[in-house]
């Protein structure tokens, strides 16, 4: 690793940092959709979906979290894909920095915009009826869940803003990734549906990372579930990062 990786990653990520600030709209139209999905849920479907004692809102914050990281990812696509068009990484592979720098500034800065757009959306389910009698160290565990799912999720929006051939593409390889919640435990329980359909919920990484976040929030017992959205994450960072570093090796070379 360059010696100078972490202080020309700084350097990178106030860059990066400052043209959100910039544009807020941003976070605000990534925060505004998972939060009128939960509105309309809550609120149109919720009566009609049986989730026990728990409430609705409770039920499915877990899913509409993670909807609203998927959400955010596309703008790191969006934004890698315009540095290459408009020959920034030129520019900078000039200069004396680490080349990994790069790369690293758009994660993080996908980690902090994601971060904030979290936060606003418990805002508003607290507004709405959500409570949780999870201690510090149930927050804590949610918070490095959510943290690990935006890390994964935003090296595969790097490796979409390297390989795209359009604006449009670097940034539409999300929708799967938003419509994915919708075939989990998210919104309804999966003993609810159909086999096939069902088969297939219990085994992608959604249901088991919105099971963790829900029983950690609720402060039952996580089981087998938190080791499956562990290993579920870690290896979908692994992979999206090797192929993600393989591809921006290309682009320099």
């Known amino acids: 690793m360059n010696k100078h990786f972490f202080g020309d990653t700084t350097v990178l990520l106030g860059r990066s940092l400052k043209h959100i600030t910039r544009s807020p709209d941003t976070i605000i139209t990534t925060a505004i959709m998972p939060i009128a999905m939960m509105l309309m849920f809550v609120y149109v479907f919720g ?16 899913g509409i979290l993670l909807i609203t990281i998927a959400s955010g990812i596309s703008y790191t696509g969006f934004r ?24 690293w500034a758009h994660v993080l800065t996908s980690l902090v915009a994601n971060l904030i757009s979290l936060v606003i959306v418990v805002g508003v389910a607290l507004l709405i009826g959500f409570r949780s009698s999870a201690g510090v160290l149930a927050w ?6 959510l943290i690990l799912f935006t890390l994964a999720l935003t090296w595969i929006a790097v490796l979409a803003g390297l390989s795209a051939k359009s604006v449009e593409g670097a940034s539409a390889f999300s929708y799967p990734l938003i419509f994915l919640p919708f075939l989990s435990s998210a919104f309804v329980p999966t003993g609810t549906m159909p086999g096939p359909v069902r088969a297939f919920a219990e085994n ?26 562990l290993a579920w994450c870690i290896g979908i960072l692994i992979v999206a990062y090797v ?6 090796r290309r682009k320099i070379a």
């Open 243 to 248: 192929f993600a570093t393989a591809a921006y």
């Open 80 to 103: 890698l894909f315009n540095d290459m068009q408009g020959g920034i990484f030129e520019r900078f592979q000039s200069l004396p920095i680490a080349r990994s720098g790069v790369l």
């Open 140 to 145: 804590l565990a949610v918070t490095g869940s």
């Open 204 to 229: 992608q990484p959604v249901t088991s990372i919105v099971n963790t976040v829900r029983d950690l929030f609720a402060e039952q017992p996580v089981g087998s579930d938190i080791w499956i959205a």
């Open 47 to 62: 009566g009609a979906i049986n989730t026990g004692s728990q409430s609705y809102v409770n039920y499915m914050l877990p």
